[in-house]
């Protein structure tokens, strides 16, 4: 009887070693990526920030905490490093969230599926671009003079301004474009940065 209310009390996310291990590695791993991708994103020529590449992935695999410790971990190296805006995390923070709800609705309306969908992975990456567009443009418009710290991006938005002549309204439209080029892209790469690992490690429990 103690033994099945102790069991009762338990979360369900099957927390073993082998599973800590593996949040932890991966997290910290993603980490490293999103810096890596935000790095990328300032030598091509496509206007892209990739600083989340691997958001999503982490929610999905991992979980909400984890997902956020991604999220605000990327924004922290990228400001030492990289000197974007610390207050530019609330756009990461709010793609992990997003995904993580998404996620948690599509398991509760198919519980007996054991793989989330590709559906879901494409409106966590629509939704994040919403999110990040309305977040950051508005603090890149009004704390940091439109700027963003990506050559790439802040040339479009400049593109932009010349024919409208309003810089808000140019970091506006010029955020928005690049951020749902930028997170359907990274979805569709967390998409398959999923389907491998579950495919590889066949008993990872979902969270």
């Given at each position: ?37 935000s ?58 969230l ?7 609705s ?17 409106w ?84």
């Amino acid at each position: 009887m103690s033994g099945n209310l102790i069991n009762s009390r338990l979360p369900d996310k099957n927390w073993t070693p082998r599973r800590i291990i593996f949040t932890v590695l991966f997290t910290a791993v993603s980490i490293g990526i999103n810096y890596l991708g935000s790095f990328l994103a300032g030598l091509i020529a496509f206007p892209l920030y990739l600083d989340s590449v691997m958001t999503i992935a982490v929610t999905a695999l991992c979980g909400l905490v984890p997902g956020l410790i991604c999220a605000f971990g990327s924004n922290i190296l990228l400001f030492i490093f990289a000197h974007t805006g610390i207050f530019f995390s609330a756009c990461h923070l709010s793609t992990a969230l997003i995904a993580w709800l998404i996620f948690r609705s599509e398991r509760k309306n198919h519980p007996n599926e054991k793989l989330l969908s590709a559906d879901s992975f494409m409106w966590a990456g629509f939704l994040a671009a919403i999110s990040n567009s309305i977040i950051g443009d508005t603090i890149s418009t009004f704390v940091y003079g439109a700027n963003t710290s990506i050559p790439q991006v802040d040339n479009a938005v400049q593109g932009i301004y010349v024919v409208i002549r309003s810089l808000p309204v140019a970091a506006y439209i010029g955020g928005t474009i690049t951020n749902f080029v930028d997170k359907l892209v990274c979805a569709t790469i967390c998409l398959f940065i999923y389907r491998f690992v579950k495919k590889v490690f066949s008993d990872l429990p979902s969270f």
